[in-house]
């Protein structure tokens, strides 16, 4: 948040925000004759699953547009050389810290425990996410730390803290989203229909490190200056009248998220691509600072590393899953093919709007910085 926007502002655009994405399907089911109340229970689950289908000329389309997107980045990136003032300007390189070693170890035994069919260890290995991405973000916060960059955990530890719950109340979001298209499905919970008390306890702390992971992800590869070189300069966007700018992206976003429910196996990327659209444009309207304020004076690192931090995050959470008891499996209309771990390829390109939805989750809901400048 910048300076001039209080705790209650953003505390009142979170909750709007939350409403909009609540509304915004249920919207859409109703004006086509749909009945939105059976979509508003606890646990949201899907009704049933999307039909995971392969069609070459929507697979193409998609892959063409994700390339056409992602591909002028990557060129920069792997043309330019890294600015050698950004890496000079961060705090001197130290030993590893002795309590990262206890991430590490955490981080190691879960993931024994997650894939090895110890008898008797059945519900520590339902549990097992968890602490396993405990143990990802104290690892990689400590990683942070040595490396010179900013560790949030030590430099503010009751934000970092407020991600926890923040990020269970911003995941079950998509719980709810996901009942419109179906594209995943829980397995091996050991949680009966009906059972939302224990459903909440068994999802609610795994949910709750999706933001943390993400965000310290993000400041990792900060400190890593090749992986944004010459993305500090590179295509600024101006437009000439942003607030009108703004609000037609926000009207595009909750227009997508209604449009989901009615036709979710055409439309269902816009479950990840209509939230950050709807976020930031929403920010922008309240005149705020948001991951895309440094875009108009060409950098565009703060959203770039955000993007490549959830993919990192999602290549991490599709692994894990692979061997884990308690896991979830996708349903990908016109892309289910070429899997990489359960998830099919073009899949992954959700992670990329997704980690923007991070970063401005994080903002509206902790006040965490939306970039890199200082906190």
Not at 103 to 128: K, N
Not at 228 to 241: Q, T, Y
Not at 284 to 306: I, K, M, N
Not at 334 to 349: K, S, T
């Amino acid at each position: 948040m910048t300076e001039h926007t209080s705790l209650g502002s953003a505390v009142r655009q979170a909750g709007f925000i939350v409403l909009a994405v609540i509304v915004a399907p249920a919207l859409g089911l109703w004006l086509t004759g749909g009945d939105p109340t059976a979509f508003l229970r606890f646990p949201p689950r899907p009704l049933e699953a999307a039909p995971g289908s392969f069609t070459p000329p929507v697979f193409a389309v998609y892959l063409l547009a994700i390339v056409a997107v992602l591909g002028p980045f990557i060129v920069r990136v792997l043309r330019s050389s890294p600015d050698p003032q950004v890496g000079a300007a961060q705090a001197p390189r130290r030993r590893y810290p002795r309590w990262g070693w206890w991430g590490v170890g955490l981080l190691a035994v879960s993931w024994l425990i997650a894939w090895v069919p110890i008898p008797g260890l059945e519900e520590a290995r339902r549990l097992s996410f968890t602490p396993l991405w405990v143990g990802y973000t104290i690892a990689i916060s400590a990683w942070v730390a040595a490396r010179g960059g900013r560790c949030l955990l030590l430099e503010a530890p009751k934000r970092f803290l407020a991600l926890f719950p923040a990020s269970a109340v911003f995941w079950y979001l998509f719980e709810y989203l996901n009942q419109f298209t179906g594209n995943w499905i829980y397995a091996g919970t050991g949680v009966a229909d009906g059972e939302a008390l224990n459903w909440f306890l068994r999802s609610a702390l795994p949910f709750s490190t999706v933001l943390p992971a993400v965000l310290v992800t993000r400041d990792w590869f900060a400190t890593w200056p090749r992986l944004s070189a010459g993305l500090d300069h590179f295509a600024p966007i101006r437009p000439v009248r942003p607030r009108r700018v703004a609000l037609i992206a926000w009207v595009a976003g909750f227009s997508g998220l209604a449009a989901v429910a009615v036709w979710p196996t055409a439309l269902y990327s816009l479950l990840w691509t209509a939230p950050p659209l709807l976020m930031v444009a929403g920010q922008a309207l309240a005149g705020e600072r948001q991951v895309f304020s440094t875009v108009a004076r060409g950098d565009w690192r703060g959203p770039w590393l955000a993007v490549m931090a959830a993919l990192f995050c999602g290549l991490c959470w599709e692994l894990w899953n692979v061997f884990s008891l308690a896991r979830w499996t996708y349903h990908i209309p016109h892309a289910q093919v070429l899997h990489v771990f359960e998830m099919p390829l073009l899949g992954y390109a959700g992670y990329l709007p997704f980690g923007i939805t991070c970063v401005v989750a994080a903002q509206l809901l902790t006040g965490q910085s939306p970039g890199l400048e200082k906190r």
